[in-house]
């Protein structure tokens, strides 16, 4: 489950479309806010105003949002999307505020005269401003109109596995993408403009460079581990761990343990149990996550509180001064993403953390398959090409990135159709994996992404990856990890984290941070190291 993501549809909505904006109003309620010492240029100063309201409006909304997922009666659906909906039209009409656009672009107009905080301020208000300034607001309302229908739709298809019925709407949606991408702007791929939606500064040149260099080495890596003398002892264990039942109620006081080693602060947050694992923020002292239990399958919980409690914590480490600023929330969600799976694979499924944790499973649970500890390491590294994105483990998860990479850029640029894409997923599945979904349900309909109109966004599933690796890599050369790993001694990790990532909040866009945390641009090479190292330990080739 390498895969727990932000996938929950409002998370997503709350990560992607608004995080991080506003305009200021209701004077009074914000006089309280600390207006960031560093900020003297009185335009800056007013946008950071103006934006007050639009974090207010934002976080409102995440409010709502968390409690439909997690604590909604069935009746109260539709009364939850009419209150939605308000907040979002209310969070619209102060961005596409007349003098907002004014002031940004009288500030960008000095933008020489800025100190590096308030280009950072001003450069975050321009990126998320970009859509209301650039495309027009009948396209984002059609894709809004759209997407809302789509989702059920999709919903529906994927429980019947009818690809038909979800394939209009698709072509709906890819045709407003790419409208929104031809008034975004680009240089030579407008698929381009829709990466960047998602990352700042991705484009599919970069994504192609990084997927030639790890495709054939993963693929080669799986072969290796498939060949290798543990492979079928891992699959024998599994199978043996998951004859056995894990009561909800220890599980959770399990992820709970773990997440407060870990450092979450539980008096700034809260667990709950919701039916996809997310993570949500209304302020640095107020960040939610959710964990779902499986019966069969203790790894379910424990990595989905570790992924989903390192995105809190990195909102939890963003320091008070900086709330309600653009510069509040982490900065991409590639760089999100590589703080939940530094948490949930270079800690949660190492060697050192799983000798630790082993004893404590066997000790807590009455019902425990008896094995050795190496027989827990395979269970917990199990490798398999599967069909389901969010079931892969590490070794095989970037491929299915990488099959939606290259579905997506060529729908974007017309060179296949959707009704292209079931027959195109079977034959790229077949290519990468080794295998073939035999409905359109455990194949091109698994994800509700598209549903949503996110074409772009999965490319920084895999960044996440490769920043965590590499971000591991620096910290190794820093202290010694394995060795507080095996004595379950996670704050000097968090403490890294926090001094190095967390602080910055979205001051730093993630090549530049990524090059002052680890002195060089991102280099694939660090994650198929971190694999190979690994995996040669476990399955012994
Ligand atoms: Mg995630």
Known sequence: MVGVNISWPACLKDKLTFTRFTVQSLQGLHSKVVVMGAVSNPKIQKLLKKYRSISLLEKTKAVLEWDLNVNLPPKASRARARQIAFITQLLTRHWQDPQLRKLIEEAAAGREKLTPIEKAILRNLEYQAQLYFKVPAKIIVERARVTAKAFPVWKKAKEESRFQDFAPYLQRIVWLSQEIAQYLGYEDNPYDALLNLYEPQLRSKGCEEIFSQLQPALTKLLTRIQNSPQYSRAHQQKALFEQFTYPQATQRKLALFVLRRMGYDLKAGRLDSSAHPFTIDFSPTDVRITIWFRRNDLRSSLMAAMH??????????????????????????????????????????????????????????????????????????????????????????????????????????????????????????Q??????????????????????????????????????????????????????????????????????????????????????????????????????HKFQQIYEY
């Open 308 to 429: 989903e409690g390192g995105h809190a914590l990195y909102e939890q480490g963003i320091p008070p001064e900086l709330e309600q600023t653009p510069l509040e929330s982490g900065v991409s969600l590639g760089i999100h993403e590589s703080q939940s799976r530094f948490w949930e694979n270079q800690v949660g499924r190492s060697l050192a953390w799983g000798s630790f944790l082993f004893p404590i499973l066997e000790a807590s649970f009455a019902n425990f398959p008896r094995v050795e500890l190496q027989d827990f390491l395979l269970y917990l590294n199990w490798v398999e090409p599967g069909l389901i994105r969010v079931e892969a483990d590490e070794v095989t998860y970037n491929l299915h990135i990488i099959l939606r990479f290259e579905l997506e850029n060529a729908l974007i640029n017309e060179q296949i159709k959707v009704e292209d894409l079931p027959e195109m997923w079977r034959e790229k599945m």
């Open 431 to 532: 290519k990468y994996l080794g295998v073939e979904p035999t409905h359109a349900a455990e194949g091109i309909l698994q994800d509700v992404h598209w549903s949503l109109g996110y074409l772009g966004y999965f490319p920084t599933y895999t960044l996440g990856n490769l920043y965590a690796a590499q971000f591991a890599q620096t910290m190794r050369e820093e202290i010694d990890l394995e060795e507080l790993l095996s004595r379950g001694e996670l704050s000097p990790l968090l403490n890294w984290l926090r001094e190095k990532i967390h602080r910055h909040g979205s001051t730093y866009w993630p090549q530049e941070l990524c090059q002052r945390v680890t002195g060089q641009k991102l280099q694939p090479h660090f994650f198929l190291e971190y694999l190979q």
